[in-house]
């Protein structure tokens, strides 16, 4: 039979679009599978304040009855006004190898796009930089996160077989922990921490953190500002993100630094690798998943870094150094192996040439794909 796409419009096939990936990659040893509850808050047009500003439609393809495939179109009006590109974005996107499913999922994406006046779609992205983003095309051996898209390798091919291409590609490294910090960090750290009046919060638990929660998001909008297809986050987007994700922060791995009116100046968040859990847990928190959480939580041997920044007015001053010796300092105290650190675009060399001094390794490569018709 042939391929059938179905605008997702009820619940049951809003679960069958969130479920979808789950049996496509069942029991793949590198595939991490999302939070269900997590994706039902980010699709659902009531609870994720980014529908203030974005327009999406959710598709399923299928074939003798079975789901074969979905994809996502989202609209982000702010892209457009801030980048003046009139680009739809397609996210939320897995499918079988078969071209006839492929094209049908992504001509029908572009046909939406371009009823709504769109010159173009761009993807995979999300509503916001913190959504999942790069579609995986190299390091299909390697363990993914729960920071980044999986996807298999055929994935790239087929979107180069309809017309797309590369827009923008990021890496990620694998870094060893070292056995002791260097001397030449520790003097470069009381060098910058005394030039610029700045310290590091020694925050013993989240919730001593929790006061400088909105500045840190607020130094993440004003530092990401240039970053390609970057948004700012609004004021309850930063209230929802805060009052998710604070609670599971581990101090000892999430660095702040604040400046001479104990104002954030730059922070860098590193969380245990709750990989292999999620695995374990096969998305769900409920009645086990969440026991293997916590024991990732409690004895990690590997770290994830998920987001950092420094303030405009600190770039090329030395903080971000001092931001990774406090890191490296913690990390070495706990007996982490190797840090992740997720992706950062491909020409960004101020992060990359921290690497260079460790033992690590560029392991993987994701892409942002574009086509244009106008």
């Known amino acids: ?30 595939w991490v599978p999302p939070l269900l509850f997590d994706e039902h808050e980010t699709l659902n047009r ?36 801030k980048w003046g590109n009139k680009y739809a974005r397609f996210g939320w996107v897995d499918f079988v190898d078969d071209a006839e499913v492929v094209k049908a999922l992504f001509d029908t994406a572009e046909q939406w796009a371009r009823e709504r006046g769109m010159t173009g779609i761009h993807g995979p992205l999300g509503f916001t930089d913190m959504d999942h983003e790069g579609m995986l095309v190299e390091g299909f051996d390697e363990l993914g996160t729960l920071a980044a898209i999986y ?36 003097r470069v750290e009381k060098i910058v921490m005394k030039k610029l009046g700045v310290r590091v919060l020694q925050a013993k638990s989240a919730r001593q953190m929790l006061p400088y929660a909105r500045d840190m998001f607020h130094v993440l909008n004003a530092a990401f500002a240039p970053i390609y297809a970057f948004v700012p986050l609004n004021e309850k987007q930063i209230d929802l993100y805060v009052k998710q994700y604070f609670s599971f922060i581990r101090p000892e791995f999430t660095k702040i630094v604040l400046d001479k ?38 004895k990690p041997k590997y770290i994830d870094l998920y987001l950092g920044a420094v303030r405009p007015d600190l770039h090329n001053s030395g903080t971000d150094a001092l931001l990774m010796t ?13 840090v992740e650190t997720n992706i950062e675009l491909e020409d960004n060399v101020a992060v990359q040439n921290h690497w260079k001094y460790y033992d690590a390794r560029q392991h993987k490569r994701r892409r942002c794909y574009i086509k244009t018709w106008c």
């Open 1 to 30: 039979m042939s391929v059938t796409i179905k605008e997702v419009s009820n619940k049951k096939e809003l679960k069958q679009f969130i479920h979808f990936p789950f049996s496509l990659y069942k029991d793949h040893p590198n």
């Open 46 to 81: 009531a609870k994720n304040p980014a529908f203030e500003y974005c327009e999406a439609k959710y598709w399923l393809a299928y074939r003798d009855g079975a789901v074969v495939g979905r994809i996502a179109g989202i609209i982000n009006r702010r892209y457009i006004e």
């Open 151 to 186: 996807n298999h390798p055929y994935y790239p091919k087929r979107l180069e077989e309809i017309g797309y291409a590369k827009d923008v590609d990021w890496v990620e490294f694998e870094v060893k922990v070292p056995k002791t910090l260097p001397e030449k960090a520790e």
């Open 261 to 298: 009116d104990d104002k954030v100046a730059a922070f860098v968040i590193g969380m245990p690798s709750l990989s292999r859990a999620l695995q374990k847990a096969r998305g769900r928190l409920f009645p086990f998943g969440f026991v293997h959480i916590l024991l990732a939580m409690r």
């Open 326 to 338: 406090e890191l490296n300092r913690s990390v070495i105290a706990a007996g982490i192996v190797s």
